[in-house]
């Protein structure tokens, strides 16, 4: 089992910045690749970045590619996004996921644990 707990959503204006982490907890962290998806009211879970165990391969939605950025520090068990230039249409909650692959990183079904989310309010 692994735990994931998302922090550091809130409420920006648009064009403001905003860093979530995801701290993780259980198994082993760093044989874990990890994800960002994101829900906004009404719509489905859409993927935003995903990371694998050793930050070689890294992948981002097109919506996000330049102004989001994914790391990770194995040593600390946490994940990061790092959000720039934040959108009004960036708003959402956000989730983390860990799984022990990246083959299809963009599909929520195919990741084994969830966070509980954190809201992320971008206004304009």
């Known amino acids: 089992q692994v735990q994931l707990v998302e922090s550091g959503g809130g409420l920006v204006w648009a064009g403001g910045s905003l860093r979530l982490s995801c701290a993780a907890s259980g198994r082993t962290f760093s044989a874990y690749s990890m994800a960002w998806f994101r829900q906004a009211p009404g719509k489905e879970r859409d993927f935003v970045a995903a990371?694998?165990?050793?930050?070689?391969?890294?992948y981002y939605a097109d919506s996000v590619k330049g102004r989001f950025t994914i790391s990770r520090d194995n040593a600390k068990n946490t994940v990061y996004l790092q959000m720039n230039s934040l959108k009004p249409e960036d708003t959402a909650i956000y989730y983390c996921?860990?799984?022990?692959?990246?083959?299809?990183?963009?599909?929520?079904?195919?990741?084994?644990?969830w966070g509980q989310g954190t809201q992320v309010t971008v206004s304009s």
């Open positions: 990371i694998s165990w050793n930050s070689a391969s890294i």
């Open positions: 996921a860990a799984d022990s692959n990246l083959f299809e990183y963009d599909i929520p079904s195919e990741y084994d644990y």
